[in-house]
C-alpha cells in the first residue's frame, strides 16, 4: 500500500491533545501550517506518516510572540538592546490585570467618563512632591516633542553646543527639536557655557531655555556649564522658562549615583519643567513623565499632541505599580552586596565545574546603561566561560547573553536575579551538551584519529579534562 494513503487527515491530526491546547494558545492558523507542513513531510517520505502529529508539535513555537525572553548577564544593568528595565512582578501582575476592560478612563461609582490615568499620575506626584503637576507620554523623547511644539514652535530653544547630543540609532536631538517647527539657539562651545551665553541668547521670541544631561557621554578638563539654578535665577523676570532634561528617571536624590541629576532636585532649583524616562532608573515601563508647574504642565496636558502621544492601559498600570510597589529588579541590582555577588559566582562556577565544564569565579565590572551614570563602574562578580559558549547560550530559551573578555565569555551576576542561578546553570550544561553533540557528529572515516582543538568540544583542556582543577 502507498505510504502517502496512510497519512493522517487534517481533522485527525488537529485533533491531537497537544495541537489542540497549541491552537487555543497560539491560534489555529499557525498550528495548521505546521500540520499542513509535517503532512507534506510523510507524503514526500521524509518522515513516517504517524509522525505527522509530533513532527507538528514540534515545529510549533513555544509562544505567541517572535520576542524570546533574555537572562541579561551582560554586567549592563540597563541594556536599551535588551528592553532596559525588567519590570517588577508588581508591574507584571498589573498589566495582566489591565489586559482586559478596565477602568482607565471610567469612574465606576458614578458611571461616567473620568480622567484617563489618574492613579498613575497621583502616584507619580507623590513620588516627587516638588511637582505641582505631572504628565506621562509614550517616551521621553515625545515629551520632548510635545514641549517643543507647545511652548516653542515658531520661537526659539536656547541650548548649549555640548548637549546637543546624539543618543542610539542615530537619533539626534536637533533633529528631533528643530522638527517640532522650533529654531535652535545654539551657545557656548562644546566644552564650556556659562550663564552669561545663555542670558544674551534670550529674546522675546525665546520660548525656552533648555538643559540637556548628557547621560552617554562625559567631557573632562577645561569644561564649564550652568546650572538650573543659576539660570533660574539669572533669567527671573522674564518669562521664559528653564527645561532640564535629566534622561535616566531618577526621581530622588540616590547616593549610590552622585553625579545623577534627579527630578525632585531640578524643581527645587526653579526648573519649570523636567522631563524623563520611565524605563531606565525608574525600573518602569517605556514612558515619557513630565514634571513641573501646573501651568507649565497644563499646556502640555491640553495640547491637541497630547492625544497622539498618550500612554496605553498596559504602561499606566505597570508605571503605577513601580512607583508604589516595592525595589525594582534595577534598584536591587544596584543595590546589590558585592560580597553577595561574588559568593553566587563561586557557587555557580562550583556547580559547573562538577559537571566537567571549564568555569572560573572572576571579580567583573558592571554599569548602569541606558543613558544613565556614564563612567560609573559598579564592582562585581562573574563566571567565565570558554567564549564559544556564548553563541550557542544566545540560541537557547532563554537565550543568556553575556560579553567577551580576553578570550573568555563572561557572565556578569549583577543584572541576574539570584532565583535566576539555576537557569544560568541549566543553559550552560544545555549548551555543552549542544556543543558536545555537534563535535561527535565527526564522518566515520574520521573517527578514531585525534581532531584539532578547533573541532573538540571547546571546554577541554589539553588533556581532555575540564580545566577547573588548574584554575587559579
Known amino acids: 500500500m502507498d ?31 505546521a500540520v499542513a507542513v509535517a503532512q507534506e513531510q510523510a507524503r514526500s517520505g521524509r518522515i513516517a ?10 515545529a510549533l513555537p513555544v509562544r505567541a510572540t517572535s520576542l524570546r525572553p533574555v537572562i541579561n548577564a551582560t554586567g549592563v544593568l540597563l541594556h536599551t538592546n ?8 508588581p508591574a507584571r501582575d498589573a498589566i495582566l490585570a489591565a489586559a482586559g476592560c478596565t477602568d482607565v478612563e471610567f469612574d465606576l461609582a458614578s458611571g461616567t467618563r473620568a480622567r484617563r490615568g489618574r492613579g498613575v499620575t497621583e502616584a507619580l506626584g507623590r513620588a516627587v512632591p516638588a511637582a505641582e503637576a505631572v504628565h506621562v507620554v509614550n517616551n521621553n523623547a515625545a515629551g520632548l516633542v510635545l514641549a517643543a511644539t507647545a511652548l516653542a514652535a515658531g520661537k526659539a530653544i536656547v541650548v548649549s553646543r555640548g548637549e546637543l547630543v546624539e543618543i542610539g540609532d ?70 521664559v522658562p528653564v527645561l532640564a532634561d535629566i534622561g535616566s528617571g531618577l526621581l530622588g536624590p540616590d547616593p549610590r549615583l552622585p553625579g545623577e541629576p534627579d527630578a525632585d532636585t531640578m524643581l527645587r532649583a526653579g526648573a519649570g519643567l523636567v522631563l524623563a524616562s520611565g524605563d531606565k532608573l525608574l525600573g518602569g515601563p517605556q514612558a515619557g513623565l513630565l514634571l513641573g508647574g501646573a501651568a507649565l504642565v497644563g499646556r502640555l496636558r491640553r495640547h491637541p499632541l497630547a492625544r497622539a502621544l498618550r500612554v496605553d492601559k498596559l504602561t499606566v498600570a505597570a508605571l503605577e505599580a513601580t512607583l508604589a510597589g516595592p525595589p525594582t529588579p534595577t534598584a536591587q541590582a544596584l543595590a546589590a552586596d558585592l560580597d553577595a555577588l561574588m559568593r553566587r559566582a563561586k557557587r555557580l562556577a562550583a556547580r559547573l565545574c562538577a559537571s566537567a565544564l571549564d568555569a572560573r569565579p572572576v571579580a567583573s565590572h558592571a554599569a548602569v546603561g541606558g543613558g544613565g551614570a556614564p563612567g560609573l563602574v559598579l564592582a562585581s562578580a562573574a563566571v567565565t ?40 546553570y541549566a543553559a550552560v550544561v544545555a549548551a555543552a551538551r549542544s556543543a558536545g553533540a555537534a563535535a561527535s557528529a565527526v564522518p566515520p572515516a574520521r573517527r578514531g584519529r585525534r581532531e584539532p582543538a578547533a573541532s573538540r568540544p571547546a571546554w577541554e583542556d589539553g588533556n581532555g579534562g575540564s580545566g577547573c582543577a588548574s584554575r587559579p
Open 3 to 33: 505510504s502517502r494513503r496512510r497519512v493522517p487527515r487534517t481533522d485527525a491530526v488537529l485533533a491531537d491533545p497537544r495541537l489542540a491546547e497549541a491552537a487555543e494558545r497560539l491560534g489555529r492558523r499557525l498550528v495548521k501550517a
Open 49 to 58: 506518516p504517524e509522525r505527522v502529529p509530533d513532527v507538528a508539535a514540534e
Open 82 to 89: 535588551l528592553g532596559r528595565a525588567p519590570l517588577s512582578r
Open 170 to 239: 542615530g537619533f539626534r536631538l536637533p533633529d528631533l527639536l528643530t522638527s517640532t517647527g522650533a529654531r535652535l539657539r545654539e551657545v557656548g562651545t562644546t566644552n564650556r557655557t556659562t550663564v552669561t551665553d545663555y542670558v544674551q541668547a534670550v529674546t522675546p521670541e525665546t520660548g525656552f531655555v533648555l538643559k540637556v544631561h548628557p547621560s552617554n557621554f562625559r567631557v573632562e578638563g577645561f569644561t564649564a556649564s550652568a546650572s538650573v539654578h543659576d539660570l533660574v535665577v539669572a533669567l527671573r523676570g522674564t518669562d
Open 385 to 424: 566561560l570558554p567564549e564559544p559558549f556564548g553563541s550557542i547560550m544566545r540560541g537557547g530559551d532563554p537565550a543568556v547573553v553575556g560579553r567577551v573578555e580576553s578570550g573568555r565569555l563572561l557572565l556578569d551576576l549583577r543584572a541576574v536575579p539570584p532565583e535566576r542561578d539555576d537557569d544560568i
